[in-house]
T-cell receptor, first 113, second 111 residues
């Protein structure tokens, strides 16, 4: 069956360091992968999308890589700040257009000052 | 900016009650979605809709129904609420891009 795995344990890092979150999947051939941020008690907010034919995408301090051979995406936050503390969700879609997203369970990131 | 609003942030209902959760988006999006989110289980898709009066079952539709009479509004209905439907309910919409825009969520407690 199709599976998306994100680290269930919280990631604790110090302010200023680079945070790296992992999303692994099995039995998928996704057309694209997305990363969302979710704060407690709130809905997820879209951050970045990367397509199957793209290796890397950047937006300000955020970087996403997508390795379809390893079936893995890495999400990096450089120069992390306490305000980056949140849960980060990855989501896969099998194709564009009328496709639904399947979400991972998310990884909590805690950035301490 | 896209805005997705949900009718209530918190709701307390009794077992057996009929519950309506309303979602409205202001960006003329074709696609709308209802999810529930539970600790350890993540976001799970209940129902979605591609267009007015169109609906499709998601991964966990049992015990739920939906209504989409107008493009901007997508309602989730719990025909007879049960305690195992206590959860955070999230609505989302999507236009021609693949990004989903989420509402703030409704935390439902069924007693």
């Amino acid at each position: 069956s199709q599976k998306i795995e994100q680290n269930s344990e919280a990631l604790n890092i110090q302010e200023g360091k680079t945070a790296t979150l992992t999303c692994n999947y099995t039995n998928y051939s996704p057309a694209y992968l997305q990363w969302y941020r979710q704060d407690p008690g709130r809905g997820p907010v879209f951050l970045l999308l990367i397509r199957e034919n793209e290796k890397e995408k950047r937006k300000e301090r955020l970087k996403v890589t997508f390795d379809t051979t390893l079936k893995q995406s890495l999400f990096h936050i450089t120069a992390s700040q306490p305000a980056d503390s949140a849960t980060y969700l990855c989501a896969l879609s099998l194709n564009s257009g009328y496709s639904t997203l399947t979400f991972g369970k998310g990884t909590m990131l805690l950035v301490s000052p | 900016d896209v805005k997705v609003t949900q009718s209530s942030r918190y709701l307390v209902k009794r077992t057996g009650e009929k519950v309506f959760l309303e979602c409205v988006q202001d960006m003329d999006h074709e696609n709308m979605f209802w999810y529930r989110q539970d600790p350890g289980l993540g976001l799970r898709l209940i129902y979605f809709s591609y267009d007015v009066k169109m609906k499709e079952k998601g991964d966990i539709p049992e015990g739920y129904s939906v209504s989409r009479e107008k493009k901007e509004r997508f309602s989730l209905i719990l025909e007879s609420a049960s305690t195992n439907q206590t959860s955070m309910y999230l609505c989302a919409s999507r236009g021609y891009q693949e990004t989903q825009y989420f509402g703030p969520g409704t935390r439902l407690l069924v007693l």
